[in-house]
Structures are given as structure tokens and as C-alpha cells.
């Protein structure tokens, strides 16, 4: 049977094949190596929904807002992975969460006003922040800079760690020079997620603020009314 792929099917399944990834970590060399294939299928996937909304014209303002939802849920999944076992500070997956619910926040308050992901109607209206935010070029690197230290932690798993390690005991300076690209990759992913997050923020504050002044205009409203 022939099967109608959508961008939204196709988040679906990142999200779940990130979590089969995730879910293979820590359980064997061999297993380390299947999660790191699928944390690549997971990320190709990312840039897969995206060009088939454009190329079949099926982007809508809830697709847009569930591929943003299946970013989260990888990142976070991986990060928070990660962080349990002792491989990243715990700070990243604090991180993530916290950037992630106050750019998703914005969002929803620009929606609310009218305002869509994209087009005349965008949140972001200056050539600055789209071009940190929604430009291809920020979505590829970011992308491939999640996959790359997802993935460099995956075959570190493999390749260093427990009984059954590919490469079996590493000397010291091996394992500390490992461990600096680990952190290298994880913060530079981390930096880069804030940096895009950041016009967001910006532009979005005119938007928290209309909320506010709105809100107490009902407030003033039903003082005076009381």
C-alpha cells in the first residue's frame, strides 16, 4: 500500500525513532552503535518534514507548532539521558527546558495576537532574527550540531565505556581528551540554542507586554466597576 507521508507522520516518527535511540543507549557496544544510527535517521527525519511541507504546500500554523514540540521532546530526551549517566552537566537539560517553555510561551502569546510561524504574518519581523531564527542556514547548523554531539556521546558510550568497550581501556590522556570534545560539542549546541532562542525573546516581549497592559486593563475595569 502506498502511504500519503505528511510533514506531521514524519514528526511522529522522528520522535519516535529518537526514542528508540535513546532507548538503546547503555545496553551493550553493539547496542551504542544501533542508537547512534538511529539518533542520525532521527535528525534526517527533522529536515525531511520540512521539505515535504514545502514541497506539497502542506505547512500549517499546527504543523509548524508540532515540529517545534518534536525538537523539544528529542533534545530533551538526549540531554536528559546524557545527564543521568554522568556524561554532560546537569545544567544542559535545565537549560533546554527552560528555553524552550519561554521561546514556546512567546510563541503562543504572537498566535494568540494573529501571528503566524512564517510569511507577511511572522512573530519575527526584523531581517536579524530571521535570519538567526528561521533562515536554513541556522536550522542546518543547529541541526547538525545536535546530531554530531548526540551522536560523538553515543560512540563515546561505545567505544570507552563498561565492560564490553570497542576500544577497551583508553589511557588518561585519551579519556580526558574525549571527554573535552564531549563538553566542547555539548556547550557549543547549548550556546547555539540560546543564541536563536534570544530573537525570540526580543521581538516576543511586545507581545508579553500587550498581555500585561490588557490584563490590567480588566483588572482597572472591574475595580472600577466593584
Not at 490584563?215 to 466597576?225: H, P
Request: proline share 3%.
Amino acid at each position: 500500500m502506498c502511504i500519503f507521508w505528511t510533514p506531521n507522520k514524519v514528526t511522529l516518527l522522528r520522535v519516535i525513532v529518537g526514542f528508540l535511540a535513546v532507548s538503546a543507549f547503555g545496553h551493550g557496544a553493539w547496542m551504542n552503535l544501533l542508537g547512534v544510527a538511529l539518533t542520525v535517521g532521527a535528525i534526517a527525519l527533522d529536515a525531511l518534514d520540512g521539505h515535504i511541507a514545502r514541497a506539497k504546500k502542506l505547512a500549517t500554523p499546527v504543523g509548524a507548532q508540532l515540529d517545534i514540540l518534536g525538537d523539544r521532546i528529542i533534545e530533551n530526551m538526549f540531554f536528559t539521558y546524557f545527564a543521568v549517566v554522568g556524561m554532560v552537566s546537569l545544567w544542559l537539560p535545565i537549560l533546554f527546558f527552560a528555553r524552550g517553555a519561554a521561546t514556546d510561551f512567546q510563541r503562543a502569546l504572537a498566535m494568540k495576537a494573529g501571528h503566524s510561524g512564517w510569511g507577511a504574518g511572522a512573530m519575527l519581523q526584523s531581517c536579524w532574527a530571521r535570519a538567526i531564527v528561521a533562515s536554513r542556514w541556522s536550522r542546518g547548523l543547529y541541526a547538525a550540531l545536535k546530531c554530531a554531539c548526540f551522536c560523538y556521546l553515543g560512540l563515546e558510550l561505545a567505544l570507552t565505556r563498561g565492560p564490553v568497550a570497542l576500544l577497551g581501556p583508553v589511557s588518561l590522556d585519551m579519556h580526558v581528551a574525549i571527554r573535552a570534545g564531549a563538553q566542547m560539542l555539548a556547550w557549543m549546541t547549548a550556546v547555539f540554542c540560546l543564541v536563536r532562542g534570544l530573537p525570540v525573546l526580543v521581538e516576543g516581549w511586545k507581545f508579553l507586554a500587550s498581555s500585561i497592559t490588557a490584563g490590567n486593563a480588566v483588572e482597572q475595569a472591574r475595580g472600577d466597576a466593584a
